[in-house]
């Protein structure tokens, strides 16, 4: 055997061992290949959700936010205004400023908040009306903030529960703020789902009066029909004694929000029943100090997604820490370990819509695993018996080099961390039967060769060499489309184009060189026989 | 020696006005099944809703589910045991949340058939998703057309590209064709199977193309038509055993591949039937049609 022939005989053996180690494991067995070879969703089962980040919560809160801090500086510095409204969620109106104050106003917007905002057109009708626009920069920040906060929010609170392996990774193009969570082995999602899915967003508001009221109407007659522009009225999260829930009339501005939380545990009321405590971090209780110690004998509300969870009375000043009871009703012990929970983890800055919901039950799971095994062991095996028939022992080179070109396959694979899907595992399957054209088209030239006269030597070494660039040809037109089908596709399509292009490319080693210097060892070895079988 | 195809002279291109009947009749039969039937049957993923799968452990008739759920249009699967079903409701509405369809059918069972079934899985895709998806998949259809087109110019002369991109194109459309005839469902994994078979059928029009070059090379003198022939002929034996393996394996996909991969396996065993007559019966034909038309000019030229 020449050097050469050595050489390259070695660099396929080497190979053909490195990925066999890469993908069954050392020393290679079952479990080693469960573990490097990684089972999408569809094939072990679990639960798939699409949740779209409804980003403009987000842009809402901000400008909901701004607007209250404009009237409180409008306030301190005088500027009267008939009202600050939000007209669009990133626009707000200014309507009816003091006509001799305008300039103050225009000086505060075009100060204070010129990072954010800029004023997009003014009217002089009934005093000055200002129409106040997010700049689209900001805006574009906020958005994306606002799918980062959120992942980072669901990645916290799937860890805290404790579900195994999660995936959970932005999804899409830009403005598409899609993030896509994924639990294998999970086949009852509404639990999971109720958790990440809540808002949690925590506010500790003053409490208007010393009561509640039993309708919004009543709430609202307290002030004679109007409710001041700084009041709102929230409902109670459970129904009160009456069987039904009440309002109460709360400050719009929140003087704590869960922003402000250090942590946030289970606990005990003085009763003896379920609560959650939290503890406030310095600011927030620098805050909540102030606010509890002016307001002493007052009702302060608990607020969680804009719904009272209860209302407790203050009783002396309070500073870095408190508790959440759940009211009239309490809570149950597993409302109360939620609620720490998605405390704990963060608000999330958007309400979320599931676009997609998959649940792949085990069994279903399994048997896809099994039709996936069937379907390729058949292709395979039709395939070797076909080409041992038609092309005696050079069919023994063409399954030597399909089989390593599936073993580079899978190595591949193992080595990058593709997940295997079920349409991976078809395309496992079409490996087979394009690797095989590869073979074919050069074996069949070998034959025109022979047929032609020439040495069984030198018809190997015209064929491949002649053979070669239409291989380059096919491949490349292969993988183009199987390049857009990778950036076209999502969860199980892309795992397929991911085989398919592992497999145009290792079927290009396999085909070629493999197959080239198996030739190459036979003939050698014939030394002065210059027949082939093929 | 095993040889199925060994000598073979046919005149293909003789042949290219009754390919193109054939081609045109392919065509046309799909386009009057899609016309009568008005639209693809499109997967879950494509029009949004909720498909649950069901398994009761007794028998169960069909009837006694569409009882409870008479919104629901239900198929029952062929199960070793007991009864199986596929229950899907139509799409949920705008911006609704995409599980209230899963929640909608275990609750109506929990109450006709309580503890008698498990649900085995369910997907549920809400409507908007479906319209991005559609334009997704025909945008990269195409644009892994244009960048085969654009290749195989470059490697060749541009008019075996757009040759070559054509075929592929009456490919993916006469698939889709028997896709509405025989009613089968248009879901991604068929985007999926439609893009590999445009990598793929372009295979052996290149192999042709391949060869004529090559000929081209060797034969200056020889009549263009001829060189084409040939070269279809050299070619042959190959064509028909790759695709004939290729489709061995794909048919291994459709028979055993199980109901989820069922829709894929049948694009493929369409499509690289299709694909394999294209490249003989549509590729080379356009090829010559262009360059005859070419040649009066183009002598023309010379006499001047």
Known sequence: MSKRIRIRALIIVAVTIACILRFAGVPPSIEGLKKNIRLGLDLKGGTQLVLQVNVDDALKATTNQTIEALRAQMEKDSISVAQIVPTAVDTFEARGVDAAKDSDFRNMIEGTYSQEWEIVSSDSTAGKTYTVRMKMRTATELRSQAVDQALRTIENRVNALGVAEPVIQKRGGPGENEIIVQFPGLDDPEYVKGIIGKAAILELKLVQGTSFYSTRDAAIQQFGGILPANLEILESAKAEQGGSKVFWVVNKVAAVTGRDLKNASVSRDENGRPAVSFHLNAAGAQRFGDLTGANVGRLLAIVLDSQVVSAPRLNSRITDNGIITGGGAGFNPDEARDLALVLRSGALPASMTPLQEAVVGASLGADSIRHGLVASVVALGAVVAFVLFYYRASGINATVAMILNLVVLFGAMAYIGATLTLPGIAGVILTIGVGIDSNVLIFERIREELRAGKTAVSSVATSFSRVFVTLVDTHLAALISAIFLFWFGTGAIKGFAVTLVIGLVSNMFTAVFVSKTLFEIVLNRKERTDTLSI | ?304
């Open chain 2, 1 to 304: 020696m095993v040889e199925l195809f060994r000598g073979i002279k046919v005149d293909w291109l003789g042949k290219r006005k009754l390919f193109f009947a054939i081609s045109i009749v392919l065509l046309g039969i799909g386009m009057a099944s899609l016309l009568y039937k008005g639209e693809f049957r499109y997967g879950l993923d494509f029009k949004g809703g909720t498909v649950v799968t069901v398994k009761f452990a007794e028998n169960v008739d069909a009837g006694a589910i569409r009882n409870v759920l008479p919104e629901a249009s239900i198929q029952a699967i062929q199960t070793s045991e007991g009864s199986k079903f596929q229950i899907e409701l139509g799409k949920a509405a705008e911006n609704e949340d995409a599980s209230v369809g899963r929640q909608t059918v275990t609750a109506a069972l929990e109450k006709a058939f309580p503890g008698k079934f498990t649900v085995e899985g369910s997907e549920s895709v809400s409507a908007k998703v479906g319209g991005d998806l559609r334009r997704g998949a025909v945008m990269a259809t195409l644009w892994a057309l244009i960048g085969i087109l654009i290749y195989i110019a470059l490697r060749f002369e541009w008019i075996y590209g757009a040759a070559a991109v054509f075929a592929v194109f009456h490919d993916t459309l006469v698939t889709l064709g028997f896709f509405s005839l025989f009613n089968y469902e248009i879901n991604l994994t068929v985007i999926a199977a439609l893009l590999t078979l445009v990598g793929y059928s372009v295979n052996d029009t290149i192999v042709v193309f391949d060869r004529v070059r090559e000929n081209l090379k060797t034969r200056r003198r020889d009549d263009f038509e001829a060189i084409l022939n040939d070269s279809i002929n050299q070619t042959l034996s190959r064509t028909i055993l790759t695709s004939g393996l290729t489709f061995l394996t794909v048919l291994a996909l459709f028979i055993f591949g199980g109901e989820i991969i069922n829709n894929f396996a049948f694009a493929m065993v369409v499509g690289i039937i299709v694909g394999t007559y294209s490249s003989v019966a549509v590729a080379a034909p356009l090829v010559l049609i262009y360059t005859n038309a070419r040649k009066p000019k183009a002598m023309a030229v010379k006499q001047r």
